[in-house]
């Protein structure tokens, strides 16, 4: 089981560690929402839960609740630009659907 940041996503979060002057890496997770299902949480870290699965990707730590962890296996979180917008990026490999807005998902 793995969770990573790809190069761009690292440096985005640790741009904003440092902003902040506090934290120890990023936090994600999942929730009940949307149409579709379910959507993502995504939260600056400043301690670890004891219950925390802790990644290490590009320096940083990636912090997964266990029960958010079987929908988010595999993902690498990416930070992306397309035009104007700007945002963090999550590859799935667990997706089987998503909204049309594309801010929430389900797993089958």
Same mark, same amino acid.
């Given at each position: 089981m793995a969770i990573t940041l790809s190069e761009t996503a690292a440096q985005h979060v640790a741009k904003f560690l440092?902003?902040?002057?506090?934290?120890?890496?990023?936090?994600?997770?999942?929730?009940?929402?949307?149409?579709?299902?379910?959507?993502?949480? !995504?939260? =600056? +870290?400043?301690?670890?839960?004891?219950?925390?699965i802790i990644f290490e990707s590009h320096g940083l730590k990636v912090l997964v609740d266990p029960r958010s962890l079987?929908?988010?296996?595999?993902?690498? !979180?990416? =930070? +992306?630009?397309?035009g104007l917008n700007e945002g963090f990026k999550f590859n799935n490999p667990n997706v089987k659907d998503q909204c049309g807005c594309g801010e929430s998902f389900n797993v089958k």
């Open positions: 440092a902003k902040r002057g506090k934290g120890i890496g990023i936090r994600l997770g999942v929730k009940t929402s949307g149409c579709s299902g379910m959507a993502y949480k !995504l939260e =600056f +870290a400043d301690v670890a839960e004891p219950e925390d079987p929908y988010l296996d595999g993902t690498e !979180l990416d =930070f +992306a630009k397309e």
